[in-house]
C-alpha cells in the first residue's frame, strides 16, 4: 500500500531543477508562440503537471496525453498497434510515434515531447531494464528520438525521465 506521507516522489522531483526549466521553457516557446502538447507513459502526466505548475502556463501549454497503456496509445495518439507489437511499448519507434501523434491530434501545437519507459520496480527485461527510457521530442516539424537509462527507484527514474525531457526540449528550442 502507498503511504500519503510518503514525500519520496516529491522530494526526487524537488531535486532536480525542473522548475527552472519550465521558465524557460515556457519564455522559449512564448517567444516564438508555438505551444506544446506531452505524451506520458511511465511518467504519468508528471511532464504535464511540472508545466502547469507555472502560472500563465495556457498561453504556452496545449495539452498532455496520458498514454500508459497500449491501447490508450493506438487510441489517443494513432500509434500503430502492429508497431507497438513488432518493437514494443518503450522503443524508438513508439517513441517517435508518440511525439508525432501528440502533434497530429493537437493542431495549434508545434512542439510535442514523448516518453515511454520502464520505471519499475519491475517490468524490466535483459533488452529493456528497469530505467529504460525511449524520449521523442518534435520542433516544428523535426523529430528526435533518444535512448536514455536512469538509476534507481521508482521516484528516481521518473524524475530523471522529466528533468531529461525538459532539458532537451530547451535546448532543442534554444537552437
Known amino acids: 500500500m502507498v503511504n500519503p506521507m510518503d514525500s519520496s516522489s516529491t522530494t526526487a522531483l524537488a531535486d532536480q531543477d525542473t522548475p527552472e526549466l519550465v521558465v524557460a521553457l515556457a519564455g522559449l516557446l512564448q517567444k516564438k508562440g508555438w ?4 505524451a506520458e507513459s511511465c511518467t504519468g502526466g508528471l511532464i ?3 508545466c502547469t505548475e507555472l ?3 495556457s498561453v504556452w501549454f496545449e495539452r498532455g496525453f496520458i498514454t500508459y497503456s497500449n491501447e490508450a496509445k493506438t487510441e489517443l495518439l494513432g500509434v500503430d498497434a502492429t508497431v507497438i507489437a513488432a518493437n514494443g511499448a518503450v522503443s524508438e519507434p513508439v517513441a517517435r510515434a508518440m ?5 497530429a491530434h493537437s493542431p495549434p ?4 515531447l514523448a516518453v515511454t519507459g520502464v520505471a519499475g520496480p519491475t517490468g524490466g527485461t535483459p533488452d529493456k531494464p528497469v530505467g529504460t527510457v525511449w524520449f521523442g521530442w518534435s520542433v516544428d516539424g523535426d523529430v528526435r528520438t533518444e535512448r536514455r537509462r536512469f ?3 521508482r521516484a528516481t527514474v521518473r524524475a530523471a525521465t522529466v528533468h531529461h525531457a525538459l532539458k532537451t526540449l530547451v535546448e532543442l528550442l534554444s537552437r
Open 151 to 153: 538509476d534507481g527507484d
Open 48 to 50: 504535464g503537471a511540472a
Open 55 to 57: 502560472a500563465g502556463s
Open 109 to 112: 501545437s508545434r512542439v510535442a
Open 99 to 103: 511525439a508525432t501523434g501528440a502533434i
Open 35 to 38: 505551444m506544446l502538447s506531452t
